[in-house]
Structure formats: structure tokens, C-alpha cells
């Protein structure tokens, strides 16, 4: 009975090649696990930005610059205005494919620098929007929609190549909607605050809407309903 209560609380194996393995712990984190239950295993340390932000949850790593921020709303801020301001067809769509670009290249640094053996979201922003109601600015991304976040920056500067190729009536609006879309489509992929998932959502289906309705070919308006 002692030899039994032994082997089962230090894990001993008789044989010769047996080693102690110490005492077992059926409740112990595994290492892969460790950084979602960072509260007992010092997550803070894993962090790539170092201390958490406010509004974080354990095993959500940030950055120290707002990287998914910036290649959120570059296009919309620096792109828009370029696009509505410009006098001629080929400054519309310069404006349009430089901040597209400028896009492109941050989608695809965060990529880069995505740990792929870490846990839990990355690359997190937080920053109280409606504290009142528990509704916040939150974005993030995980192995999943890391991925939607390259297709959809890489994607951009192709459509707005292939519309300058094509496009030739309402410049001017069409790549002021395609900039708009692209906006909201990133912001789909990286909000984690579900209130501001449903903006971005439902602000994609304007600029597409128009895009479709004007810019279609046959049976476009039908398109458009559907």
C-alpha cells in the first residue's frame, strides 16, 4: 500500500530507467496554455508591448504603436481628401492607390510580426467609446482574421489599378466609395467590441451598394436589392 500511494502522489516508476518526475498536479496549466492564464503564470512578461492596455483581457498581446489602427484609417483620412480634392482622373486615382498602398504595407508588416505561437488576440488596442452602456473602441486580430487583414490590404491596390484601367465616368465617387469600403471591410476583421463590429459592418453596405448600383453592368439595381 505504501509503494502504491507512492508511485501514485510522486509519479515513481519502478523500473531501473525511471526517473522522479516530481509531484502531479492534475490542475496545472499547460506551457501552451500559459498565457491565456497569465493572472498565475505572469502573462504580462509575454507581452511583446509590455505592460497591458486599459481594457485588456489576460493573453491579449499589444503593441506599443497603434499599428491596426493606422491601417484602418490612413486610407480615410489621407485618401478621401486626396480623392475629393483632385482636379484631374489620374490624380483621383493616384491619391486613391497611395493610400491603398500605404495600406497594403502595414497589413503586411502585422503579418510579419504575428506570433504564430502565441495564444489569444494580438496586436490589441483598447479605448473606452460609450462607457455607459460597456461599449468600446477594441480591435485585435487572431490566426484567422490575420489573414483576411493581408488578403484585404493586398486586394486594395489591385481594385483601385483595375478601376483607373476601367472606370471612366464618376471617378471621383467611385474610388471615394472604394476607399470607404475598404475602411469598413478592414474594420469587420479587427473590431472585437461587438457594437463596433455591427458599425463596420453595416457601413460596408453603403459604399457597396453604390458601387453596384452605379458602376454594375446588367441587371445591376437587381443585384443591388438582392
Do not use: C
Not at 515513481?12 to 500559459?34: E, H, I, M, Q
Not at 461587438?194 to 453596405?205: A, R
Request: hydrophobic share 50%.
Amino acid at each position: 500500500r505504501r509503494s502504491r500511494r507512492w508511485n501514485r502522489k510522486w509519479s515513481w516508476k519502478p523500473d531501473s530507467n525511471a526517473k522522479w518526475a516530481g509531484p502531479t498536479y492534475p490542475d496545472r496549466t499547460s506551457p501552451k496554455l500559459r498565457l491565456v492564464n497569465g493572472d498565475r503564470h505572469g502573462a504580462h512578461n509575454w507581452w511583446p508591448g509590455g505592460v497591458p492596455m486599459s481594457g485588456m483581457t489576460t493573453g491579449e498581446a499589444a503593441l506599443d504603436f497603434p499599428f491596426l489602427s493606422l491601417g484602418l484609417w490612413l486610407p480615410l483620412v489621407v485618401g478621401l481628401p486626396l480623392v475629393l480634392l483632385a482636379k484631374n482622373r489620374n490624380a483621383i486615382a493616384l491619391g486613391a492607390l497611395g493610400a491603398t498602398v500605404l495600406q497594403a504595407a502595414i497589413t503586411i508588416l502585422l503579418t510579419i510580426r504575428f506570433d504564430r505561437q502565441a495564444s489569444g488576440y494580438q496586436f490589441v488596442e483598447s479605448a473606452d467609446w460609450i462607457p455607459a452602456l460597456g461599449i468600446s473602441y477594441k480591435l485585435g486580430v487572431d490566426g484567422i482574421s490575420i489573414l483576411m487583414v493581408l488578403l484585404t490590404g493586398i486586394l486594395g491596390p489591385l481594385v483601385v489599378g483595375a478601376g483607373w484601367l476601367t472606370i471612366h465616368r464618376r471617378e471621383r465617387e467611385f474610388f471615394a466609395a472604394l476607399i470607404v469600403l475598404q475602411t469598413a471591410m478592414l474594420g469587420v476583421f479587427i473590431a472585437l467590441d461587438f457594437i463596433l463590429f455591427y458599425v463596420f459592418w453595416e457601413l460596408v453596405l453603403i459604399p457597396m451598394y453604390l458601387l453596384i448600383g452605379i458602376w454594375g453592368h446588367e441587371r445591376r439595381i437587381y443585384a443591388t436589392i438582392k
